[in-house]
């Protein structure tokens, strides 16, 4: 690794971030194939990583998990041979990764995951705490949950509990009922009703106990949670399969042709 090209894109990356909130770590972070750089908020990490096989520096993100990075995204790549390139290829990498850090959607991201982090904290009956309870469930949940922070910045939760949760609660109902899994996991659909906040119960009832195929599968789970759950849920019934205008996807920044190239070289 070229430590003064290395040196020069972290010094325009930490003055980026420092108008966010980030703060740079002390030192290099030495990981199997290269280096990197962090740079830490409350709640999201960015580094700069120079992966020494494929001679690429690279700018990747990650929620921030018991104050560590989880795993990171790749958010632009640049090739660079310290051999061959000069400090005008330096400089372009820096530009570049401080241009995409700067952008409406990166800021927006740091934002929204300050807001999160808030409520969060105002209310720890919210639906990020009910994912986190079905970690003892569905252990799968935990780095399901770092990948979407990564990617958007929280945690959508209506799509999260209806692609992610939903299709794990109708594996364990139809080929587990009974098991001790199951029984957690309907105990704490009922104790979550109950304590959780109206976007818990929206949750529970409208997305997952709606979004069941097979409807004595909800029967039987019913049986086995509180009493307040299953008076709700009839009332909750009345809307399912009705069409409900999904969240918007974040669309992604296009890839300058270069970027894609190396992308699609790192995937062969």
Known sequence: ??????????????EALAEQGFAR??????EENGASVWFLSETLAYSVYYDNPHKRFELR?????????????SLSMWLYDPETDSPKDTESISNDFVETIQGPKRVELAQQAKRKKKKDEESSNDPVFFFNRMVGVF????????????TYGQVRAVTFARERLLPKM???AAHYPGSEPYRRMCSLLGDMYQ??????????????LNGFQDEAAVSAILENTGEDLQKAYPYAKKYKGKTVKPEKRKKQSKLSKFRADTLNEMNR
Do not use: C, F, H
């Open 1 to 14: 690794m070229d430590r003064n090209a290395m040196d020069l894109i972290a010094a325009k990356v930490q």
């Open 25 to 30: 770590q002390d030192g290099y972070v030495e």
């Open 61 to 73: 993100s990650s929620a921030l998990e018991g104050g560590k990075p989880g795993k990171w995204k």
């Open 139 to 150: 252990p799968e949940l935990k780095a399901e949950m770092n990948e979407e922070r990564a």
């Open 170 to 172: 109708e594996q364990l």
């Open 195 to 208: 304590s959780g906040d109206m976007d818990v119960r929206s949750l529970i009832t409208m997305t997952l």
